[in-house]
């Protein structure tokens, strides 16, 4: 490409440059009376400023009674016994120490990345192809658009009723389909070897096409000349694609891999219906869940839900760090 | 399957919003929360609380219904945000750790000041609420196991359904009992088990169906039946490892596996799978090993005339069944104790509890009126006598202990895969009474 494009920072200059000159007061309107019109400044500025807190208010107010204070009643709730009945007990570190010994975290952490393991990258890959078929210009596109975010909408748990049934090794769907050309199915939900990815690939099935609308978005927001230019250049679809099309999506993909590895990690509907955690299906969150409702250690559900906490925000973190060097929001 | 209990359930949670819409006119009275978790019982407790509100217009009864797991979950975080309801169903399980954590009203003091007979209750099920000296509830209701089978499918296979009354296992060859199950253990083709062309990929109806999560329904049964103990005393440790134990467990596992005449426990173990009458009601069994609180369930399912109940097969030892019962509790922080107990003393009464025996809802506590639940099923031209013959005979309760948590989920992970024929039941129960006896 020949012509010179301004740089991000060349934009956001003008940006900034347009902003503060709105801000600055219009000729003409303004007061001549120096004094009068600081006071009539300061007086503006902290009801702009009592506004915009007024505005933030609703948000903030829920993100501390429901998130925070949450947060932070759990972190300590982890240095306590406690069974929901007696008053709590405090045992300092003993809860994390425990941790060490205890055989079913240990497996439910292999678990859960067992399950993220098979979760991301399928729906990641799947999403992407759909959003490349979905952008094409095909018949019926818009219909295909929203059948594939239908199951993104629908309750987990009824899903994952449902699939039980289909997965059912006698009277099951699935089995029945699978005999009628001479196969045996497994016993998919009661196998360690299948059920979690049964589960996992559930999972796939609900969230892939919500994931693919992010991409999609992110490929309306590619600039066509890039392509058109490429075409001219002589540069094979492949190779647009891994030039062009991956590296200008990168910040969807970065929202759709944080968010999704987030929420992959928490699952627990799906698992719950399905499984209720036997065979090998046991989550981090899972046995949270467990802990503390079947065996009433609430002190050390929270240990776990720490764990948990921590583990997220570290691959978060990773994440990240690892876009931000490497991500343009310039499609000039 | 569960889910049809999911559903009746969310249509239910509609029903409280019902009762409590229609019964808020009295501005200065009291209104009692009350929690409960079968549905098959929604019918009598509407019944039962409306005859306690027209004997006491100042209280109103709100009725809150949970599944078996939602319903224990949610009572613990209702403890833990002192938000109980104000009067709910207690279980054996379940009872000992709350009355340990003083989350339970003690109506000791309240029995003897009101003069209350306990003698209309038997009484080893009015002491099952006694913790340490204290009283804890009042009987609601008892409840054991039985055989519960499809006369039409005895019929098709050419089984006198008097043949059942005379049912014996044994550890070895399985005795009349397996064999009978064999007879009813029919294929595609209509062969049976015992025939050689049997094809065991393509069963159609299974001989019976077995869905306990804890093993009340099943192995505790033939475990009585084996001259098993699965606790040295109340509140002691478990003995399930003793080898008369295990030989119960195996013959429970051998059922699904060495004699394959069981829904296959892929689709049945709990909690994600289909429960006994479900399978029974489907034709896909032809007998179930189940508690007399699930009657109605089978009616609900199945023609009237088409089944019966008899008696649980006898095993090396004889006869033996589980029994159970429950009672009704008061939160200890209900801010109106005083009515509650006024309810609490009414569920206990002869005529609240006539009121569940005659729509055949439950065995009632007060043993005068087993006769009215006899006599609704016998109309319904179902003898339910075996349960109670059942009850007269040998038999053992629900485990009492403080560690019943980890006990349950330990035994459920276990014996499920035992069931799947993953595991063999010595191992499984050394594991169980290794972590539940543990802390």
């Known amino acids: 490409m020949s012509i010179p494009s301004p740089t991000a920072d060349d934009v956001s200059e003008g940006i900034m440059s347009t902003l503060q000159e709105s801000a600055r007061p219009q000729p003409g309107v303004s007061d001549n009376r120096p004094g009068e019109r600081r006071a009539l400044h300061r007086r503006r500025r902290l009801r702009t400023t009592l506004e915009a807190y007024g505005l933030l208010a609703p948000s903030v107010i829920g993100f501390a009674v429901f998130l925070l204070a ?185 929202f759709v891999l944080v968010t999704s590895v987030i929420g992959s990690f928490q699952v627990f509907d799906t698992i719950h219906v399905m499984t209720a955690g036997q065979h090998e299906t046991a989550t981090l969150n899972y046995e949270v869940f467990l802990q503390a409702f079947t065996h009433r250690n609430a002190g050390y559900a929270s240990t776990l839900a720490v764990v948990l906490f921590a583990i997220i925000m570290l691959i978060t973190l990773i994440q990240v760090a690892f876009f931000r060097k490497r991500t343009t929001y310039d499609f000039s | ?38 549905d098959n019982q929604v019918p009598a407790m509407e019944a039962i609380v409306e005859a306690f509100e027209d004997a006491n217009p100042d209280i109103d009864i709100e009725l809150e219904q949970n599944d078996w797991d939602a319903y224990w979950t949610s009572l613990d975080t209702q403890f833990a945000g002192q938000n109980a309801p104000d009067v709910f169903w207690n279980h054996v399980s379940k009872f000992p750790t709350f009355a340990e954590s003083e989350v339970l009203l003690p109506i000791g003091d309240r029995i003897e000041e009101d003069g209350l007979d306990t003698s209309i209750y038997p009484a080893e099920l009015y002491d099952s609420w006694t913790f340490d000296g204290e009283q804890y509830g009042l009987p609601k209701d008892w409840d054991s196991i039985a055989l519960v089978y499809r006369i039409d499918a005895l019929e098709a296979a050419g089984i006198d359904p008097a043949e059942v009354d005379d049912l014996e296992w044994n550890p070895d060859d399985g005795g009349t009992y397996v ?199 016998a109309e319904e031209g179902v003898d339910v006598s075996g349960f109670q013959a059942a009850a007269e005979g040998p038999s053992t309760g629900y485990p009492l202990s403080l560690n019943d948590s980890v006990y349950s989920q330990v035994a459920l992970e276990e014996f499920n895969q035992v069931w799947l024929g993953e595991k063999d039941a010595a191992s499984a129960t050394e594991e169980v009474v290794a972590e539940a006896n543990a802390e």
């Not at chain 2, 088990?193 to 065991?200: G, V």
Request: aromatic fraction near 12%; charged fraction near 15%.
């Open chain 1, 70 to 254: 949450p947060i932070v009643i759990v972190i300590a709730l982890s240095f306590y016994d406690w069974n929901f009945l007696s008053s709590p007990e405090f045992i300092g570190l003993q809860n994390y120490r425990d941790l060490a010994d205890d055989d079913r975290a240990v497996d439910a952490i292999g678990n859960t990345f067992y399950y993220v393991l098979l979760n991301i990258p399928a729906q990641t890959v799947l999403a992407l192809l759909l959003a490349l078929a979905l952008n094409a210009k095909i018949k019926a596109r818009n219909a295909f658009r929203v059948i594939y975010v239908l199951p993104w909408m629908a309750m987990p748990v009824a899903l994952g009723v449902i699939w039980r049934w289909l997965f059912d090794p006698i009277y099951g769907g699935l089995n029945t389909m699978l005999g009628l050309v001479g196969i045996d199915g497994p016993n998919w939900l009661t196998s360690s070897t299948w059920a979690m990815p049964v589960i996992a690939s559930v999972n796939v099935w609900q969230f892939t096409g919500y994931t693919m609308l992010f991409f999609l978005a992110g490929l309306q927001s590619i600039p066509h000349q890039l392509y058109e230019a490429a075409d001219v250049d002589g540069a094979s679809k492949a190779y647009q694609f891994f030039k062009i099309t991956l590296p200008l999506l990168r910040p969807a993909m970065m």
């Open chain 2, 1 to 38: 399957m569960r889910t049809m209990r999911t559903a009746a359930v969310a249509a239910l949670a509609a029903a409280p919003l019902a009762l409590a819409a229609c019964s808020g006119d009295d501005g200065d009275g009291v209104t009692l929360r009350y929690a409960f978790w079968d």
């Open chain 2, 179 to 377: 064999e009978f199950l064999q007879r009813l253990t029919i294929d595609e083709n209509g062969n049976n088990a015992l025939s050689p062309d049997f094809d065991a990929d393509n069963v159609a109806q299974y001989g019976t169906a077995m869905s306990s999560g804890t093993g009340q329904t099943d192995w505790w049964n033939y475990a009585v039946q084996n001259g098993c103990e699965i606790q040295s005393e109340p509140f002691g440790p478990y003995l399930i490892d003793a080898p008369e134990c295990v030989e119960a467990v195996q013959f429970t596992a051998d059922l699904y596996n060495r004699w394959g005449v069981t829904v296959p426990a892929t689709s049945t173990n709990q909690p994600a799978g289909g429960l006994a009458n479900e399978f029974v009601s489907s034709g896909q069994a032809a007998t179930a090993t189940d508690g007399s609180w699930t009657l109605s369930a089978y009616r609900e399912g199945l023609e009237q005339g088409t089944w019966a109940v008899g008696p649980l097969p006898s095993g090396p030892v004889g006869d033996g069944t589980v029994i159970n019962g429950l009672s009704n509790a008061i939160y200890a922080g209900s801010e109106h104790p005083d009515e509650a107990w006024e309810f609490v003393k009414f569920l206990g009464s002869e005529e609240a509890q006539k009121i569940a025996a005659d729509m055949g809802s439950v065995w009632p506590g007060v043993s005068s009126l087993n006769q009215n639940f006899t006599d609704f099923w």
